[in-house]
T-cell receptor, first 113, second 113 residues
Framework: QQQVKQSPQSLIVQKGGIPIINCAYE??????FPWYQQFPGKGPALLIA?????SEKKEGRFTISFNKSAKQFSLHIMDSQPGDSATYFC????????????FGTGTRLQVTL | DTAVSQTPKYLVTQMGNDKSIKCEQN?????MYWYKQDSKKFLKIMFS???????INETVPNRFSPKSPDKAHLNLHINSLELGDSAVYFC????????????FGAGSRLTVL
Protein backbone atom coordinates (compact mmCIF):
# COMPACT_ATOMS: atom_id res chain seq x y z
CA GLN A 1 0.00 0.00 0.00
CA GLN A 2 1.56 3.23 -1.17
CA GLN A 3 0.92 5.75 1.58
CA VAL A 4 2.50 8.66 -0.27
CA LYS A 5 1.67 9.01 -3.96
CA GLN A 6 3.90 11.19 -6.11
CA SER A 7 3.53 12.53 -9.64
CA PRO A 8 4.74 12.94 -12.28
CA GLN A 9 7.27 10.14 -12.60
CA SER A 10 9.48 12.32 -14.80
CA LEU A 11 9.54 15.93 -15.88
CA ILE A 12 11.49 17.92 -18.45
CA VAL A 13 11.52 21.72 -18.30
CA GLN A 14 13.57 24.44 -19.91
CA LYS A 15 15.94 26.60 -17.93
CA GLY A 16 13.96 29.27 -16.13
CA GLY A 17 10.77 27.18 -16.06
CA ILE A 18 8.84 26.28 -12.91
CA PRO A 19 8.55 22.51 -12.46
CA ILE A 20 5.84 21.39 -10.05
CA ILE A 21 5.86 18.01 -8.34
CA ASN A 22 2.78 16.79 -6.51
CA CYS A 23 2.26 14.41 -3.62
CA ALA A 24 -0.78 13.05 -1.82
CA TYR A 25 -0.91 11.18 1.45
CA GLU A 26 -3.48 9.03 3.22
CA UNK A 27 -2.40 8.84 6.85
CA UNK A 28 -3.84 11.81 8.77
CA UNK A 29 -1.34 11.13 11.58
CA UNK A 30 1.49 12.38 9.38
CA UNK A 31 2.76 15.70 10.69
CA UNK A 32 6.03 16.31 8.88
CA PHE A 33 6.45 16.57 5.11
CA PRO A 34 9.98 16.91 3.72
CA TRP A 35 11.31 16.91 0.20
CA TYR A 36 14.59 15.18 -0.60
CA GLN A 37 16.84 15.74 -3.60
CA GLN A 38 19.02 12.95 -4.97
CA PHE A 39 21.79 13.30 -7.53
CA PRO A 40 23.10 10.24 -9.41
CA GLY A 41 25.45 8.17 -7.27
CA LYS A 42 24.57 10.08 -4.10
CA GLY A 43 22.23 9.60 -1.20
CA PRO A 44 19.07 11.68 -0.84
CA ALA A 45 19.55 15.00 0.92
CA LEU A 46 16.94 17.15 2.65
CA LEU A 47 15.87 20.08 0.51
CA ILE A 48 12.97 21.69 2.35
CA ALA A 49 10.26 20.56 4.79
CA UNK A 50 6.89 21.73 6.10
CA UNK A 51 4.55 20.98 8.98
CA UNK A 52 0.76 21.01 8.50
CA UNK A 53 0.18 24.17 10.52
CA UNK A 54 1.31 26.33 7.58
CA SER A 55 0.13 26.35 3.98
CA GLU A 56 3.36 27.44 2.34
CA LYS A 57 7.08 27.49 3.01
CA LYS A 58 9.74 29.07 0.84
CA GLU A 59 13.50 28.59 0.93
CA GLY A 60 15.36 30.29 -1.87
CA ARG A 61 13.97 29.07 -5.19
CA PHE A 62 12.13 26.14 -3.59
CA THR A 63 8.55 26.42 -2.28
CA ILE A 64 6.29 23.84 -0.68
CA SER A 65 2.54 24.36 -0.92
CA PHE A 66 0.47 22.36 1.56
CA ASN A 67 -3.27 21.64 1.49
CA LYS A 68 -4.25 19.85 4.68
CA SER A 69 -7.91 19.31 3.79
CA ALA A 70 -6.99 17.72 0.47
CA LYS A 71 -4.04 15.84 2.00
CA GLN A 72 -1.80 17.10 -0.75
CA PHE A 73 1.47 18.99 -0.96
CA SER A 74 3.66 20.09 -3.82
CA LEU A 75 7.14 21.35 -4.60
CA HIS A 76 7.69 24.31 -6.90
CA ILE A 77 11.15 25.21 -8.21
CA MET A 78 11.35 28.80 -9.38
CA ASP A 79 13.77 29.82 -12.14
CA SER A 80 14.94 26.23 -12.55
CA GLN A 81 18.58 25.63 -13.53
CA PRO A 82 20.36 22.69 -15.18
CA GLY A 83 21.99 22.04 -11.80
CA ASP A 84 18.54 21.27 -10.39
CA SER A 85 18.38 18.15 -12.57
CA ALA A 86 17.97 15.34 -10.05
CA THR A 87 15.41 12.95 -8.61
CA TYR A 88 13.06 14.51 -6.09
CA PHE A 89 11.26 12.57 -3.38
CA CYS A 90 8.45 13.75 -1.20
CA UNK A 91 8.07 12.03 2.15
CA UNK A 92 5.91 12.02 5.24
CA UNK A 93 6.23 10.93 8.84
CA UNK A 94 4.55 11.19 12.19
CA UNK A 95 6.13 12.00 15.54
CA UNK A 96 7.79 9.61 17.97
CA UNK A 97 10.99 7.66 18.51
CA UNK A 98 9.92 4.94 16.12
CA UNK A 99 8.70 7.33 13.47
CA UNK A 100 9.79 6.52 9.97
CA UNK A 101 9.90 8.49 6.78
CA UNK A 102 7.64 7.07 4.09
CA PHE A 103 8.83 8.18 0.68
CA GLY A 104 6.96 8.85 -2.53
CA THR A 105 8.05 7.07 -5.69
CA GLY A 106 10.28 9.90 -6.91
CA THR A 107 10.25 12.35 -9.81
CA ARG A 108 13.15 12.53 -12.19
CA LEU A 109 13.59 16.17 -13.20
CA GLN A 110 15.64 17.28 -16.16
CA VAL A 111 16.23 20.98 -16.75
CA THR A 112 17.44 21.70 -20.27
CA LEU A 113 19.29 24.75 -21.56
CA ASP B 1 34.79 14.41 7.58
CA THR B 2 32.00 12.37 5.95
CA ALA B 3 28.88 12.41 8.13
CA VAL B 4 27.46 9.00 7.19
CA SER B 5 29.88 6.61 5.52
CA GLN B 6 29.11 3.21 4.05
CA THR B 7 31.42 0.48 2.84
CA PRO B 8 31.71 -0.97 0.34
CA LYS B 9 30.31 1.39 -2.28
CA TYR B 10 30.00 -1.42 -4.81
CA LEU B 11 29.50 -5.12 -4.21
CA VAL B 12 29.17 -7.78 -6.91
CA THR B 13 28.58 -11.33 -5.78
CA GLN B 14 27.04 -14.65 -6.75
CA MET B 15 23.64 -15.96 -5.70
CA GLY B 16 23.78 -17.90 -2.45
CA ASN B 17 26.71 -15.98 -0.99
CA ASP B 18 26.66 -14.04 2.28
CA LYS B 19 27.75 -10.40 2.37
CA SER B 20 27.87 -7.48 4.76
CA ILE B 21 27.60 -3.71 4.40
CA LYS B 22 28.98 -1.44 7.09
CA CYS B 23 27.77 2.01 8.14
CA GLU B 24 29.23 4.58 10.49
CA GLN B 25 28.00 8.06 11.41
CA ASN B 26 30.01 10.77 13.15
CA UNK B 27 27.10 13.12 13.78
CA UNK B 28 26.36 11.94 17.31
CA UNK B 29 22.89 10.85 16.19
CA UNK B 30 20.86 8.37 18.21
CA UNK B 31 18.91 6.66 15.47
CA MET B 32 20.14 4.85 12.39
CA TYR B 33 18.32 3.29 9.45
CA TRP B 34 18.74 1.01 6.48
CA TYR B 35 16.77 1.84 3.35
CA LYS B 36 16.63 -0.16 0.12
CA GLN B 37 16.36 1.63 -3.24
CA ASP B 38 15.30 -0.61 -6.10
CA SER B 39 15.89 -0.18 -9.82
CA LYS B 40 12.84 2.08 -10.09
CA LYS B 41 14.35 4.39 -7.45
CA PHE B 42 11.71 3.47 -4.86
CA LEU B 43 13.06 4.01 -1.31
CA LYS B 44 11.79 1.58 1.28
CA ILE B 45 12.74 1.44 4.94
CA MET B 46 14.10 -1.87 6.19
CA PHE B 47 15.31 -1.38 9.78
CA SER B 48 15.90 1.28 12.38
CA UNK B 49 17.96 1.23 15.55
CA UNK B 50 17.83 3.73 18.39
CA UNK B 51 20.93 3.63 20.57
CA UNK B 52 21.64 -0.03 19.66
CA UNK B 53 18.01 -1.13 20.14
CA UNK B 54 15.94 -2.32 17.18
CA UNK B 55 12.84 -0.12 16.92
CA ILE B 56 11.64 -0.63 13.35
CA ASN B 57 11.67 -3.94 11.51
CA GLU B 58 9.69 -3.87 8.29
CA THR B 59 8.62 -7.04 6.52
CA VAL B 60 12.12 -7.95 5.45
CA PRO B 61 13.20 -11.58 4.86
CA ASN B 62 15.08 -12.95 7.85
CA ARG B 63 18.08 -13.45 5.56
CA PHE B 64 18.71 -9.79 6.36
CA SER B 65 20.15 -9.22 9.82
CA PRO B 66 21.14 -5.77 11.08
CA LYS B 67 23.62 -5.36 13.90
CA SER B 68 24.42 -2.23 15.89
CA PRO B 69 27.52 -2.61 18.09
CA ASP B 70 27.16 1.00 19.26
CA LYS B 71 25.00 3.96 18.36
CA ALA B 72 27.48 5.18 15.76
CA HIS B 73 27.49 1.95 13.76
CA LEU B 74 24.82 -0.06 12.00
CA ASN B 75 25.83 -2.99 9.82
CA LEU B 76 23.70 -5.10 7.50
CA HIS B 77 24.42 -8.76 6.91
CA ILE B 78 22.65 -10.62 4.13
CA ASN B 79 22.64 -14.44 3.95
CA SER B 80 21.94 -16.60 0.90
CA LEU B 81 21.78 -13.70 -1.53
CA GLU B 82 19.10 -13.77 -4.22
CA LEU B 83 18.83 -11.96 -7.55
CA GLY B 84 16.06 -9.77 -6.11
CA ASP B 85 18.40 -8.43 -3.46
CA SER B 86 20.19 -6.42 -6.13
CA ALA B 87 19.62 -2.77 -5.19
CA VAL B 88 21.29 0.25 -3.65
CA TYR B 89 21.25 0.10 0.14
CA PHE B 90 21.34 3.40 2.00
CA CYS B 91 22.26 3.94 5.59
CA UNK B 92 20.86 7.03 7.31
CA UNK B 93 20.86 8.61 10.72
CA UNK B 94 18.90 11.22 12.63
CA UNK B 95 19.00 12.99 15.94
CA UNK B 96 16.30 11.95 18.40
CA UNK B 97 14.08 14.76 19.54
CA UNK B 98 14.61 16.92 16.51
CA UNK B 99 12.60 17.00 13.32
CA UNK B 100 12.66 13.75 11.41
CA UNK B 101 15.61 14.89 9.28
CA UNK B 102 17.58 12.00 7.90
CA UNK B 103 21.18 12.26 6.80
CA PHE B 104 21.92 9.60 4.20
CA GLY B 105 25.14 7.90 3.22
CA ALA B 106 26.19 7.69 -0.42
CA GLY B 107 24.77 4.18 -0.79
CA SER B 108 26.13 0.69 -1.42
CA ARG B 109 25.21 -0.81 -4.78
CA LEU B 110 24.76 -4.57 -4.47
CA THR B 111 24.63 -6.66 -7.63
CA VAL B 112 23.78 -10.35 -7.32
CA LEU B 113 24.63 -12.46 -10.36
Amino acid sequence: QQQVKQSPQSLIVQKGGIPIINCAYENTAFDYFPWYQQFPGKGPALLIAIRPDVSEKKEGRFTISFNKSAKQFSLHIMDSQPGDSATYFCAASNAGTASKLTFGTGTRLQVTL
Amino acid sequence: DTAVSQTPKYLVTQMGNDKSIKCEQNLGHDTMYWYKQDSKKFLKIMFSYNNKELIINETVPNRFSPKSPDKAHLNLHINSLELGDSAVYFCASRSLGGANVLTFGAGSRLTVL
